[in-house]
């Protein structure tokens, strides 16, 4: 397949995604009587005016194909003292706007887990899209959990702690050889491998170790030496079940998918976190590359669609896949960067605070506006230094 159907199938996902994030704007800014003027897919310029409703909202398609966005009327202060008017309403008004686009984003991603946990919609279940091995978190994710997340709820299944004993030291004094598998410490059963690390956390003088030895069990007392016995430990891991689903009632999907929307939000906020620091901070001469290497963008992404589509992956991973989308789209605009919502929010709030306290004498209008503009430049050419990175991937694949 060639790039060009890349770039269709992502964009196709994007639109949807896009589609519901400006229809919060819609649905807010006329439950709050804001004129909407017009309502675009796709960024300026126009490529197709579709036509307008009974109160007079142009919905119209545009020729770059990467956002969306809704005109409000008075969104530039102008016509503030017009009813319909955004700059006309109130503080809570234009805070319910401003944020219904991500709380949509949120809602669709919320409906897409659902859909996907309950087993009346999905009887077959939704499998997790892979474990999370390189990124450090305590987040809870179905989709995407963590090595241990993934023992608990028996993806993966071990059966005791394998040792590698460190030559000189109390473990390999002791007899303990490489590939014994710990099943007991001190009597009590061994599943992970803090069992044996609390175990040791009292210093102890000796403990007795029940072994695996070539399917013969033995047991080994061991002296370790400062709370330490000298030996590497991993799981003995037995089984990955790649047949694993998540299939729930009614009101356990429901939980299930609020529970999941908020863990991939805490864990989209943790990865822009490390991506920022590495970026600004590197530790190592490597950190800062490959962090801008790792961002991908709607062409990046079509191509994990395509690649979906030839292996002939259930389309509810596809859906999973566009509900974390849709979750990283809400959380990114969120964020207090000029020209997104929680930029403009910022704007808002901060603009409403200082007219309350200088009695309308002083304002953020004329900052937001250029702020905004230059939040907009800068985003779209990130967009096309991630566009150019995605294409030289596939190009040189």
């Known amino acids: 397949m060639n ?34 003027e017009e309502f675009g897919i796709g960024i300026p310029p126009k490529a197709k005016e579709l036509g307008r409703d009974k109160k007079w909202t142009l919905y119209t398609l545009n020729w770059l194909p990467i956002g969306g966005f ?26 319910s706007i401003l944020l219904a686009g991500v709380t949509m984003n949120f809602i669709f991603a919320w409906f897409l887990f659902f859909v996907m946990f309950w087993s009346a919609t999905n009887p077959g279940g939704v499998s997790p899209i892979g474990i999370n091995t390189k990124f450090p978190t305590e987040t ?5 959990p963590t090595y241990e997340q993934a023992k608990a709820v028996g993806i993966i299944q071990t059966d005791g702690i394998v040792l590698e004993p460190m030559a000189g030291l109390p473990a390999a004094n002791a007899g303990i050889q490489k590939g014994d598998i710990v099943k ?25 170790l029940k072994i695996s030895r070539n399917k013969e069990t033995q047991t080994i007392t061991v002296a370790p030496k400062d709370g330490k016995i000298g030996s590497y430990i991993s799981d003995n891991i037995t089984n990955i079940k790649d047949d694993f689903t998540y299939s729930y009632g009614f009101v356990s999907a429901v939980k299930a998918a609020v529970a999941e929307v908020y863990g991939q939000s805490k864990l989209t906020l943790e990865l822009l ?60 605009n969120l964020l207090p960067i000029p020209a997104l919502d929680g930029g403009r929010f910022a704007f808002l709030t901060i603009h ?15 900052i937001e506006t250029k702020a905004n503009l230059i939040g907009f430049a800068l985003l779209m050419l990130l967009s096309v ?5 995605d294409i030289v991937r596939i190009i040189t694949k």
């Open 3 to 36: 790039i060009l159907f890349w770039i269709v199938l992502a964009l196709v996902v994007f639109t949807v995604i896009v589609f519901f994030h400006e229809l919060g704007h819609f649905l807010a800014a006329r439950r709050a009587g804001v004129k909407v």
């Open 70 to 95: 809704v005109r409000l009327k008075g969104e530039d202060e102008i016509d503030a003292n017009e009813k319909d008017s955004f700059a006309g309403k109130g503080y809570f008004a234009r805070s």
């Open 140 to 144: 809870v994710s179905l989709l995407v």
């Open 184 to 208: 007991e410490i001190n009597g009590v059963p061994v599943k992970f491998s803090t069992d044996i690390l609390k175990a040791l956390d009292s210093k102890p003088a000796s403990i007795t």
């Open 273 to 332: 976190g490390s991506l920022v620091r590495k970026v600004v901070s590197p530790r190592t001469p490597t950190e800062r590359t490959e962090a801008t290497e790792s961002l991908s963008g709607p062409i990046g992404i079509g191509n994990v669609f395509v690649g979906m589509v030839e292996h002939k992956v259930p389309f509810t991973l596809i859906l999973a896949i566009a509900a974390l989308i849709s979750v990283n789209l809400g959380v990114f």
């Open 352 to 366: 409403t605070l200082l007219s309350m306290a200088s009695r309308g004498k002083y304002g953020t209008a004329w």
């Open 385 to 389: 230094f991630v566009a150019y990175q």
